[in-house]
């Protein structure tokens, strides 16, 4: 593809990811994402075959950001010593916080939409938790053989670590419209290295 015909691809992504955003998908018509975008209609069906594959393809452009931030932090649960972690694990939210405030809109229709139906959407939504729950387990794994965190089991640890970051982070940009990226990753680090450091579990 030629970069002219690259830029008119991506005036169509960011424009339907303002119409999805503003209208939700299922109100949302390809008409409004070429109005958006200063495009001929037809122009639309040259790029996507319908306004199902351009959701698919915004997930998908997130599910890639996403996926990579986390191939790029396989050692943060394997530091030296407790400072360590908590230095790279600070790293790594703190890029997750920037990642996702930085793409709200395309986190949400992810996140938010992309959860709400069944089908392909469905399944880019719960691949993502699926593949960050796959890894951070075995992140978790390699760091507790370091002998500086503790837990049962790393499945499960991994799935509240991403209910704590889905929803933690749509509840500072939806509700309170601000994030300090600073302060709130120095408190989800120092949140999440308090369950994980090396304690008596509760008795069943």
Known sequence: MGEKQERTKQQ??????????????Q????????????????????????????FHHIC???KTMFMSLLDDAADMFTGASIEEIRRDLHRFIHQLITLFTANYKMARLLFVEGSSYTGKFMGVYESIYADFIGRIGEYLTVGQKRDHIAF?????????????????????MRVK????????????????LGGLTKQRPMAD
């Open 177 to 192: 419209h601000h994030i300090d990226i600073d302060k709130l990753s120095r408190r989800m680090t120092d949140f999440i």
């Open 27 to 54: 109100k949302s018509r390809i008409s409004d994402i070429v109005a958006k975008a200063g495009l001929a209609q037809g122009t639309f069906y040259i790029y996507f075959k319908s306004k199902e594959e351009i």
């Open 152 to 172: 049962e089991d790393a499945e499960t640890e991994a799935a509240f670590l991403i209910g704590l970051f889905d929803s933690s982070l749509f509840y500072f």
């Open 60 to 62: 998908a452009e997130f």
């Open 12 to 25: 169509l992504v960011s424009a339907a990811i303002d119409v999805f955003h503003e209208n939700g998908f």
